[in-house]
């Protein structure tokens, strides 16, 4: 097995005969041109989160039933194991008792607070009424838990189990057989300029070959994105739908601290067009986790999911939750699945399988995916064994089993009975229909009805975007701290750090393009027909229109400026943009937030 230190000291070694001279170092870099160290392993998975650690768990478990070890491989783009993982969280602990059936005998395990109560609330401008919620919302059993916390958790029990887990090794391109099936990953170049020349540190990338690759990066990661699009693996689902959480973590007065209190609200901020709602959960060690989801659907493209969120901390019960002496500690945001089970594409591709939040398993009613993310990588790692065991069989690695096990089990069961809920609300009943006919499913019908609400026309979120001139500026109230601050402020407490000098990560491409002209048509667009969405949609501040009346990429004396450095990897801007030409790629491996209590 390879260490961290061994592996770099390989690339480190080939580094050196790229380098001979200076001048060398700040050539443009060709990939065409560049010989990569490669590994041989039996499994790779992209991403160690959750879904990833948990299919790496399971592989090593079912070694003995093999009779033989297997190299399994984890790359995660953090600089640590955990540092990108973002959640509410309230965990359903379905997956990790099967999983880890001797888990609270672990002296170290994170899951010390659990759910005592469950309640929901509809907000008006001051007033937060109770009301009866769903029985998916119920939380017995549960857990409040640091989602961050508990994927370092699983990471060191997979590094226990002699699983090689790579943080700061960002999966940036897959690699191809001659066929054109899967055989493995490529991690991201380091040391390029801005300007995409090789500096001094320049190491090249290395290509991870595997017999089965297995993609885990979270939602709208950019590998799933590529493989979807090249395998067609939607043509048989809708598209996937998205909503953007904002999260604060506070330690409260102690006045205000309710331990293993779980608290949604629905209505204000929010208007009667926008889906979305609040959470408040009462963590362990006086910690409360609060934050907002948004639907990416959202029409109003002056809306501001950050100033949303400010201002949903205004309310009167979110003011008194937050008075006294309760300090902020952390912030930060990430895109979520919400499509349910009529947009999870096909599972497998010609040598692997997309798993969690990769393919889309959230229970958005329950507002868990957790628990569903786990199973389908023991799943997948089932499947992965099975494949590998064939020694005899020629060609890529055959995972359609994993789909077959999958839609067996009781991860589909769980979506099913929830989904039409969530699509209800792109029906002609509206919002309110939508609340109406969700109160019934899930309180009386529990899914089994003949049938299925479809997203038919197929509008994607940056679909369901309206022109600006339809509606009216929001005029959002000025920061008010300590409840509420600036942006800039808040990004602060996320601990996001990028390399200033190297690519930018998000890139303004359309049908592989990258050119002026495409800029240039982006700003006239975005700024005419939509009010400049991103630079109020983005939750880290990266996009700005600025005036320039010389810039060549410019319109209407305007640029697009892309404070990279800002990222926190949320993916929105990709989901969002209503033109589609912003592309998320990954940065730097290690670089993006450095998430530790959310």
């Given at each position: 097995m390879l260490t961290r230190t061994v592996l770099r000291s390989r690339i480190l070694n080939l580094n050196r005969l790229l380098h001979s001279s200076s001048r060398i170092s700040r050539q443009l870099f060709d990939p065409s041109t560049v010989e990569r160290v490669s590994e041989d392993v039996d499994v790779c998975i992209v991403g160690?989160?959750?879904?990833?650690?948990?299919?790496?768990?399971?592989?090593?478990?079912?070694?003995?039933?093999?009779?033989?070890?297997?190299?399994?491989?984890?790359?995660?783009?953090?600089?640590?194991?955990?540092?990108?993982?973002?959640?509410g969280a309230v965990i359903e602990p379905r997956a990790l008792d099967e999983l880890l059936p001797d888990w609270a005998l672990r002296d170290d395990h994170p899951l010390t607070q659990s759910a005592t109560s469950s309640h929901m609330r509809f907000l008006t401008k001051s007033l937060s009424i109770p009301i009866p919620h769903p029985p998916q919302m119920s939380n017995q059993g549960n857990y409040i838990v640091s989602l961050s916390r508990f994927t370092a958790w699983l990471g060191n029990i997979a590094e226990e189990m002699g699983i090689e887990v790579y943080p700061g090794f960002a999966g940036a391109g897959i690699v191809y057989t001659d066929d054109g099936s899967v055989a493995g990953v490529r991690t991201n170049e380091v040391g390029l300029d801005r300007l995409g020349c090789m500096k001094e540190s320049f190491e090249p990338g290395m290509e991870f070959r595997a017999r089965v690759t297995l993609v885990a990066e979270g939602a709208h990661g950019s590998l799933a994105k590529e493989l979807i699009q090249?395998?067609?693996?939607?043509?048989?689902?809708?598209?996937?739908?998205?909503?953007?959480?904002?999260?604060?973590?506070?330690?409260?007065?102690?006045?205000?601290?309710?331990?293993?209190?779980?608290?949604?609200?629905m209505g204000w901020p929010l208007d009667f067009r926008t889906y979305g709602g609040g959470w408040v959960y009462h963590m362990a060690d006086g910690l409360v986790s609060i934050g907002l989801v948004i639907g990416l659907d959202y029409a109003n493209p002056y809306l501001s999911p950050y100033k949303e969120f400010q201002r949903m901390k205004h309310h009167p019960y979110f003011a008194e939750l937050l008075s006294g002496n309760s300090t902020r500690i952390a912030y930060g945001g990430r895109s979520l699945n919400e499509?349910?089970?009529?947009?999870?594409?096909?599972?497998?591709?010609?040598?692997?399988?997309?798993?969690?939040?990769?393919?889309?398993?959230?229970n958005i009613a329950k507002i868990k995916g957790t628990h569903n993310a786990m199973k389908s990588g023991m799943l997948a790692a089932e499947a992965a064994a099975a494949a590998l065991s064939q020694e005899s069989s020629s060609g890529p690695a055959d995972m359609s089993q994993y789909e077959t096990a999958l839609k067996n089990s009781w991860v589909w069961s769980d979506l099913n009975e929830v989904r039409n809920l969530r699509e209800s609300f792109h029906t002609p009943l509206g919002i309110w229909g939508g609340i109406m006919y969700s109160g019934v499913d899930s309180l009386l019908l529990k899914g089994r009805t003949p049938w299925t609400f479809r997203n038919r026309a197929r509008l994607t979120d940056a679909q369901r975007t309206q022109p600006a001139y339809r509606f009216r500026p929001i005029n959002y109230p000025p920061p008010q701290p300590p409840l509420s601050t600036d942006l800039l402020t808040s990004l602060t407490l996320t601990g996001t750090n990028h390399a200033e000098d190297q690519p930018v990560h998000l890139r303004v491409r359309k049908g592989g393009n990258e050119n002026t002209a495409l800029r240039k048509l982006h700003v006239q667009r975005n700024l005419s027909e939509y009010a400049g969405l991103l630079q109020r949609a983005c939750p880290a501040g990266v996009y700005e229109y600025v005036e320039d009346e010389t810039a060549a990429d410019g319109w209407n004396g305007h640029k697009l400026v892309i404070n990279s450095q800002n990222c926190i990897h949320c993916k929105l801007c990709d989901i969002k943009v209503p033109t589609q030409d912003i592309t998320w790629t990954v940065p730097e491996g290690g670089g993006g937030p450095k998430y530790t209590i959310v």
């Open positions: 160690a989160g959750p879904a990833g650690l948990s299919t790496a768990i399971r592989l090593k478990q079912l070694e003995q039933k093999l009779g033989k070890e297997l190299r399994v491989v984890v790359l995660e783009k953090g600089a640590e194991v955990g540092s990108h993982t973002l959640s090249k395998f067609d693996l939607r043509r048989n689902s809708d598209p996937q739908t998205y909503g953007i959480g904002l999260k604060e973590v506070w330690r409260v007065d102690p006045t205000q601290y309710r331990p293993g209190e779980v608290i949604h609200t499509g349910g089970l009529q947009s999870v594409p096909q599972l497998y591709f010609p040598g692997g399988a997309l798993v969690g939040c990769s393919a889309g398993f959230v």
